[in-house]
């Protein structure tokens, strides 16, 4: 929200200045976001179960009523977190299988990220931590395969786009395809947070094989 109003210099002049009042809407929204971005430093630190939202609140400098304002509890919150750490990685992926090469050069480009991005320990320890409370929460159960069909067809949609443009995207069932390299991803991702040294080149491979029929 933003108005203007007339004063006066010291000489006389008249100055129009434009003021801007942030809205409730836009205070929640900024409220909302420091709260994931402190929770997120604080479950990859800690941990879930460590973690508690007066801590969080505390750390944001908000009280914990701010906390339920925006969220239902520290449950929605992790979902929150967990989010933004998908998003996070589904940029990385995009970028890389929409770089103006060839196939063969965007599964390179992929096969670069993955080395970094796959399998980081704090991430794939929050996952596994958070993914355990399914068993217990049906809310939690609810979102995961929401979220993970969500995953999916991105990754189908990305899957069509680029044989398309390689034009053999007869020779694949996207759906498919995305099934299985998200399964592999979540894997090697598991494998690599214990043994960092294992290498991708075995998902990029895979990919090959999916994507073209071939190594």
């Not at 929409?98 to 965007?106: E, F, Q, S």
């Not at 991430?123 to 399914?134: K, P, Q, R």
């Not at 049906?138 to 899957?159: D, F, G, M, N, S």
């Amino acid at each position: 929200m933003s108005w203007a109003t007339t004063v006066r210099t010291d000489e006389g002049d008249a100055v129009t200045v434009e003021s801007t009042r942030m809205s409730r809407a836009d205070r929640q929204a900024q409220t909302r976001q420091r709260l994931i971005e402190v929770a997120r430093e604080m479950f990859l630190a800690d941990g879930y179960a460590a973690t508690s939202l007066d801590k969080v609140a505390v750390r944001a400098g908000f009280s914990k009523g701010a906390v339920y304002s925006n969220f239902s509890g520290k449950e929605e919150l992790c979902m929150a977190v967990l989010d933004s750490i998908h998003e996070t990685q589904i940029q990385g992926v995009v970028a890389a299988f929409t770089l103006d090469t060839d196939l063969d050069g965007r599964i390179e480009a992929f096969a670069a990220w993955a080395r970094e991005g796959l399998g980081r320990p704090r991430w794939t320890a929050l996952e596994v931590e958070f993914g355990a409370i399914a068993r217990q929460s049906p809310y939690v159960a609810t979102e995961l395969v929401k979220r993970h069909r969500e995953i999916r067809a991105a990754i189908a949609q990305l899957v069509r786009q680029v044989t398309t443009e390689a034009g053999i995207a007869d020779r694949v069932d996207a759906d498919q395809a995305a099934t299985a390299l998200l399964s592999l991803g979540i894997g090697l991702g598991t494998l690599r947070s214990l043994d960092h040294t294992i290498d991708v080149a075995i998902f990029a491979d895979t990919m090959r094989v999916l994507l073209r029929g071939q190594r």
